[in-house]
């Protein structure tokens, strides 16, 4: 017959405390592998970011450069029109009855010809923009050209070093995945939310040395009394971290060695001082 398992809200105090230092073992064994990847998933991330908007930063210098390219061309078209404009009007010069009509014509060219200048000189302000975006995107297709190497270099570190370290955090995963089942969902959400506000990433922690284990502060000893008593969850007033007994976690905590009580070095009595021998008095 299956045996019934046991329900998270029906198990005692000391079970609750054992089966949670479980799970913090195994998270902390978690931590450690994660941590042997050190800054390198940050260092990745850092990169692609990187790359992400150096390739934007490329993509708009392309598209301001095809808009300046294609008002280039528009200016061409309106020096074109204004030349085709001159033409005629040259001609026309030849054909004038009145002088009104010459100043008409001059007045047109004029004005033509200066249009002409001045499509000229924004032509030349646009192919001088055109160059300088250029050589921001030699540049930028230069940095990303690096920052790609470096990408690649960093995911195969960081690859090497899961695939060292996946095995391993899988099952522990997978362990950390089935303990929390046997934990009561309100006392696991209070441990996951005091493990993530804690910079060790301890959630649960022994009495060592008659403090917490976690942020060291000093216990009182009835307090201490009741965590060995094991019939209540309780916390340290200091940082909030669960405190559970040494023994129930399975730390065997040395004691100090009594010190030996010294010897007193009695210093030998000084021998008396011979005395002088007395001087006979004169008759």
Known sequence: MATKKENPADMSVEKRLETLYQLQTMLSEIDKIKTLRGELPLEVQDLEDEIEGLQHRLDKYAEE???????????????????????????????????????LLKKEIEFQSLEVELQKKRIGQATAAIEAKKADIANGETALKERRLDLDVKKSELGEIIAETKAEEEKLMEKAKHLELSIEPRLLAAFKRIRKSSRNGLGIVYVQRDACGGCFNKIPPQRQLDIRMRKKIIVCEYCGRIMIDPELAGVKIEKPAEEKPKRRIRRAAAAPKAEAPAVPEAE
Do not use: G, M, P
């Open 65 to 103: 450069v095809a808009a300046l390219s294609a008002d280039i061309a528009k200016k061409r078209e309106i020096i074109n029109t204004a030349n085709e404009a001159i033409s005629r009007y040259e001609k026309q010069l030849d054909e004038v009855r009145n002088n009104r009509e010459y100043d």
